[in-house]
């Protein structure tokens, strides 16, 4: 059997939110639910048919998916963990790019 993948870069991706429950593997009402708690910057178009997601959307919500299936975490937990994980990713970015390491 022959599967075809087709990549681009998520960062310049538009993704649906069927493409991104897809993604997280999760049902389309996850991802609904999450958006009205509001886990994702910026208030989204009323009508879900218009909500149009990012590759960082998508990896962002991929992280909480993650933590509430493996430590059965609140969703605003979950999503407050991640809001400290990619703080903590700026914050070396910034080390390294003043020269220092950050581990």
């Known amino acids: 059997m022959t599967e075809k993948l087709a990549a681009q870069l998520l960062e310049e991706a538009a993704l649906t939110l069927e493409e991104v429950a897809a993604g997280c593997r999760v049902e389309v009402d996850w991802v609904i639910a999450r958006v009205h708690d509001q886990v994702l910057a910026g208030p ?3 009508d879900p048919a218009h909500w149009a997601f990012s590759g960082a959307d998508l990896l962002r919500l991929r992280r ?8 059965d975490a609140d969703p605003m937990l979950a999503a ?6 990619e703080e903590l990713a700026r914050l070396r970015a910034r080390l390294r790019s003043a020269g220092l390491d950050p581990d």
Request: charged fraction near 30%.
């Open 80 to 85: 407050m963990v991640v809001d400290l994980l």
């Open 44 to 46: 989204p178009d009323p």
């Open 64 to 71: 909480i998916q993650s933590l509430e299936r493996d430590f």
